[in-house]
């Protein structure tokens, strides 16, 4: 069974940084596209951003291209969300997940990012 284990969020102010993890294992994780994905208190889950199996190519939401970056380190199982110019808009808790083709059914217990002053 494929478990995800996210680390890396907190309470940082509006234009601050953070830089999530995220660890898988149970899986041979260079097979397959990763996604960071969110989810606010009354709202539905939303993909952040994808990367592809290999780390070429990646893929983001409107809301948050050009200051997120993902990355991915196959040989330690390890997915990054690198994240700059935070808003408040942009709290959540944070989830890693495969992007394609469905996300795993287990997740992770995610990790919580809070923008506020």
């Known amino acids: 069974q494929v478990q995800l284990v996210e680390s890396g969020g907190g309470l940082v102010q509006p234009g601050g940084s953070l830089r999530l993890s995220c660890v898988a294992s149970g899986t041979v994780f260079g097979l397959w596209a990763m996604g960071w994905y969110r989810q606010a208190p009354g709202k539905e889950r939303e993909l952040v951003g994808k990367i592809s199996s290999t780390g070429d190519t990646t893929e983001y939401s409107e809301s948050v291209k050009g200051r997120f970056t993902i990355s991915r380190d196959n040989s330690g199982g390890t997915l990054y969300l690198q994240m700059n110019s935070l808003k408040p808009e942009d709290s959540a808790a944070y989830y890693c997940?495969?992007?394609?083709?469905?996300?795993?059914?287990?997740w992770g217990q995610g990790t919580q990012v809070t923008v506020s002053s």
């Open positions: 997940n495969r992007a394609s083709p469905i996300p795993w059914p287990s």
